[in-house]
């Protein structure tokens, strides 16, 4: 089992990588953000679509608040503005969920429907937030391939290079 210190590691972990990833993308071309590059979703744009679409489903399922968004596969927004603005406040309400959640909920079953089939799944609630961290690591990866194909250094995406989290000595 995780602790709410893994779950708060791992939401600043993602808020550092989304502001890095997205301030990169401010600076490429619409069109190159949006180009198909033959990853599972197409484009960095679609990707990142995705990411948030599924960070507001899983999360949904966490508070009891549903995510009232389009069916899976479908865009949030085609704007990339909006997109970074809806990723930055989604990456506030993990925050939040994390810095509140306890090791009681942890240890305990999260009982909802998919929205691929739309059918009741129950599984233990650590492993329903290991996925929603390791879904966006997952994609960021794919995200940081495609930058590189457009020539563009996402840097280092490793966790101890998350600032404050380890000391560097001479």
């Known amino acids: 089992m995780i ?3 893994y779950c708060q ?3 600043r972990y993602s808020r550092w990588m989304n502001e890095r990833t997205f301030a990169l993308l401010g600076r490429m071309d619409d069109a190159e953000r949006k180009r198909d590059r033959g990853a599972f979703f197409g484009s960095i744009h679609r990707t990142l679509n995705h990411v948030l679409w599924a960070d507001g489903t899983w999360l949904g399922r966490f ?3 549903p995510f009232g968004v389009p069916a899976y596969g479908a865009d949030l927004t085609s704007a990339f503005d909006d997109l970074a603005a809806r990723r930055e406040a989604m ?6 969920w994390a810095g509140q959640v ?3 909920w942890l240890d305990g079953p999260l009982d909802y429907r998919a929205s691929s089939d739309g059918r009741r799944r129950i599984l233990p609630a650590w492993i329903a937030a290991v996925h929603l961290f390791q879904h ?3 994609h960021r990866a794919q995200v940081g391939t495609m930058m590189k194909q457009a020539g563009v250094d996402p840097g280092t995406t490793d966790l101890p290079f998350l600032p404050d989290v ?3 000595v001479p």
């Open 91 to 96: 990456d506030r309400r993990i925050a939040e």
């Open 3 to 5: 602790t709410p210190a």
């Open 166 to 168: 380890v000391r560097v």
């Open 102 to 104: 306890d090791a009681a």
């Open 9 to 11: 590691l791992l939401a």
């Open 136 to 138: 966006a690591t997952h």
């Open 63 to 65: 508070t009891g608040a």
